[in-house]
């Protein structure tokens, strides 16, 4: 049986696990109970600054104290993140303060608290921003692992995560995760699919479908959006010549077309998009956000099939 | 760090000279809000800060964040004068590849502790920087600049009750209160009301004086520093005039952001005892 978890829940284990470096510090606004960085605030307490409920402020507190030696770890929703962009650009990106910001509940699988709540444009928004490094990971045990490479990473980051539960990938595979560099989660040669965040599984599930019809696929889960592993699109293309991204975020702006961009400039080979169809959410079940976005493992599938057919 | 009133005003004399040439060199910039700013920042630099011009970077320094990044000339002439930056990198106001930036900016000046230029920022920047001289048990202030006119920004709201949520007593705001901003007299652009009442409804400990009488800054300045109003965080409203020094830019909305021509430029040097009318 597959391990279920959400990976909020590895963002808390990390934060719980890096304790151990007086310089980490927490910063929340009002949402520890959801980013899970509640964990931290009720051993560490002195280390976890409440800053209400003002992103704005939040943000800067981090720069503050980012150049004044520490290594702030800040988290919301993803979509309160973005009432703060201006903070993160002008005030940690542009003179490049490692203030981490983790964005949880991001993407339409967050579910019934409709589309105020779903995120579907924080990728894109944090990935124009020089000096910051933006990821998405998968599962719990990616998360953990992402997160405590931060303290070394040296600049700024924006990290979503994501409130529901998906199946666990990585559990003992803690070695093949690395900031920067994607996974070849399975090998195949007719097409090839990268993906990120609660998408790797739909990814998997769409190659399974896929290789009952003797299709074999590749399966990439690029849990770093920025900077992107181009050696590793190269790769993909030289063995798949063909390309689908998967993205539970605006079909503009995010792993798309970060894939894209690396594509149209080195590499060219088709490539077919799957995320959210430039529209916003509404309320539902997490499962059910997928099909009425066309972003499940079957939509996955139909787009390959259709990357095959352009080849 | 004893300095008398007399050289104190000496030193704010020369900043104006230096401020009134960047701005007519470059033909741009903020002299307006620089003038109104810079007897508190003479007095300041001159007898407050606990900073070491050079090493820059000294952990355990005060810090000073000048979240009205734009009236950088001030700042930029006062850095001059305490010799974090030679009045020969003055010349590089706005100019290409320059240690002054257009707004002040930390990755490019010494003595730059917060890449402003964004208004609403700089206070919550400094409830960082007190927060963690806090958790190092360190000594240090962080002291920040805010404009009248940017009170306007609601982040700045967020980051004064935060700041007295947390009871940051080595937090200290000096608001150069000049009354004007980019278009216009504040008054005309948005109403704020009695803005003692609210920093002390948000749980400061406020004082008010004359931002261009040394005597009163050195009292605010005393006030800030005294240890009954280190329980928490604390301002000193300084009245100043936008433009303070220069007769026709006193109380002028147009030198917000404008430089003065060469004519305008002669008759400043005259005023400030440079040259001769």
Redesign the interface.
């Known amino acids: 049986m597959t391990r279920m978890a959400a990976t909020r829940d590895g963002y808390g284990q990390a934060l719980l696990d890096l304790a151990d470096n007086e310089k980490v510090?927490v910063l929340e606004a009002d949402l520890g109970k959801s980013t899970k960085s509640l964990h931290f605030r009720k051993s560490y307490p002195?280390?976890t600054?409440?800053?209400?409920i003002?992103e704005?402020?939040m943000?800067?507190?981090?720069?503050?104290?980012?150049?004044?030696?520490?290594i702030?770890f800040a988290s919301t929703f993803a979509i309160f993140t973005e009432r703060a962009f201006?903070?993160m650009r002008?005030?940690i990106a542009?003179?490049?303060l490692a203030v981490h910001l983790c964005g949880s509940h991001g993407g339409t699988h967050t579910g019934t608290d409709g589309s105020s709540a779903q995120s579907i444009e924080d990728l894109a928004v944090f990935r124009t921003l020089p000096n910051v490094v933006v990821m998405h990971p998968c599962d719990d045990v990616s998360t953990r692992v992402l997160t405590m490479q931060l303290p070394a990473l040296g600049k700024p980051s924006y990290m979503r995560t994501a409130r529901n539960k998906t199946p666990v990938l990585y559990d003992g595979r803690e070695n093949e995760i690395q900031i920067g560099k994607g996974i070849t989660l399975k090998e195949g040669s007719d097409v090839a699919i990268v993906a990120c965040g609660v998408l790797v599984s739909e990814s998997l599930k769409a190659a399974e479908a896929l290789a009952e019809q003797g299709i074999n696929a590749t399966v990439v889960d690029m849990h770093t959006l920025k900077p992107i592993d181009g050696a590793l699109i190269d790769t993909i293309v030289a063995r798949c010549g063909a390309l689908v991204t998967a993205e539970d975020h605006n079909v503009i702006g995010g792993l798309g077309s970060a894939v894209a961009e690396h594509l149209v400039a080195n590499n060219f080979a088709p490539l077919e998009m799957v995320g959210v169809p430039d529209r916003f959410g509404e309320s539902g079940q997490a499962d059910e956000m997928l099909e009425v976005m066309q972003i499940s493992a079957h939509y996955i599938a139909l787009a390959a099939k259709k990357a095959i057919s352009r080849k | 760090m004893a300095k008398s009133i007399s050289e104190l005003e000496e030193i704010a004399r020369k900043c104006r000279v230096e401020i009134v040439k960047m701005v007519h060199r470059a033909q741009a910039g903020h002299p307006g809000g620089s003038l109104s700013e810079i007897d508190l920042l003479a007095a300041l630099y001159a007898t407050r800060m606990r900073v070491r011009p050079d090493e820059p970077r000294w952990?355990d320094r005060d810090?000073f964040i000048l979240s009205k990044g734009h009236a950088s000339p001030g700042m930029y002439s006062i850095l001059a004068e305490m010799g974090f930056i030679s009045h020969e990198d003055l010349k590089s106001y706005r100019v290409l590849g320059g240690v002054c930036q257009g707004h002040v900016?930390?990755?490019w000046c010494p003595g730059v502790?917060?890449?402003a230029?964004?208004l609403?920022?700089g206070l919550?920047?400094?409830?960082?920087?007190?927060?963690?001289?806090r958790?190092?048990e360190s000594e240090r202030r962080?002291f920040v600049m805010i404009g009248d006119g940017e009170m306007q920004e609601?982040?700045v709201w967020?980051?004064a009750?935060?700041a007295a949520?947390?009871e940051l007593g080595n937090l200290k705001v000096i608001l150069d209160r000049n009354r004007i901003q980019n278009d216009d007299f504040c008054e005309v652009q948005m109403r704020m009301f009695d803005i003692p009442a609210k920093w002390k409804a948000f749980g400061w400990n406020v004082k008010e004086i004359d931002g261009h009488n040394m005597t009163e800054i050195m009292e605010g300045l005393d006030f800030l520093e005294a240890p009954e109003n280190c329980n928490g965080p604390s301002i000193l409203i300084a009245h100043t005039i936008k433009g303070a020094g220069i007769s026709y830019m006193e109380n002028n909305p147009s030198f917000h952001g404008a430089a003065p021509n060469d004519e305008q430029f002669h008759q400043a040097m005259v005023e400030l005892g440079e040259v001769d009318a």
């Open positions: 510090v002195d280390r600054i409440s800053c209400g003002g704005q402020n943000l800067l507190v981090g720069a503050g104290m980012a150049a004044s030696g520490y702030p201006e903070q002008n005030g542009r003179p490049n | 952990q810090r900016d930390m990755k502790d917060f890449s230029g964004s609403g920022m919550s920047f400094g409830m960082g920087c007190a927060t963690a001289a958790l190092d962080a609601g982040s967020e980051a009750m935060a949520h947390h």
